[in-house]
């Protein structure tokens, strides 16, 4: 993460890190996540399987993963971020 830490994005390169080890997500499945999809409160994230809407899972199925304290606060902070830049046009992508 230290290689990061100069990044202008690095509060959602930190997320998307985190949230991927600690829930088990798949690249694909990181993408496609809104800001409904993770419960904070609860340390969960829904992953949604429904191809009709672009979401798409491995397994075909959906599923609900859970993420560590790290990564609920590294969230919650590129949330804050994330809610005021309007240059960020979805939650996670695949270029920065």
Same mark, same amino acid.
Not at 7 to 20: N, P, R, S, T
Not at 77 to 96: D, H, M, R, S, T
């Given at each position: 993460?230290?290689?990061?830490?100069?990044?202008?994005?690095?509060?959602?390169?930190?997320?998307?890190?985190?949230?991927?080890?600690?829930?088990g997500?798949?690249?694909?499945?990181?993408?496609?996540?809104?800001?409904?999809?993770?419960?904070?409160?609860?340390?969960?994230?829904?992953?949604?399987h429904?191809?009709?809407?672009?979401?798409?899972?491995?397994?075909?199925?959906?599923?609900?993963?859970?993420?560590?304290?790290?990564?609920?606060?590294?969230?919650m902070?590129? $949330?804050? $971020?994330?809610?005021?830049?309007?240059?960020?046009?979805?939650?996670?992508?695949?270029?920065?």
């Open positions: 993460m230290s290689y990061f830490e100069n990044h202008e994005y690095f509060k959602q390169i930190k997320a998307i890190v985190l949230i991927g080890c600690s829930s997500m798949r690249a694909e499945e990181l993408y496609q996540l809104t800001t409904e999809d993770i419960d904070i409160q609860n340390r969960g994230v829904c992953i949604n429904n191809p009709d809407n672009g979401q798409s899972t491995k397994t075909k199925r959906s599923r609900i993963s859970f993420f560590n304290n790290e990564t609920k606060e590294a969230i902070e590129y $949330l804050a $971020l994330y809610i005021y830049n309007k240059k960020l046009k979805c939650l996670f992508n695949q270029w920065i």
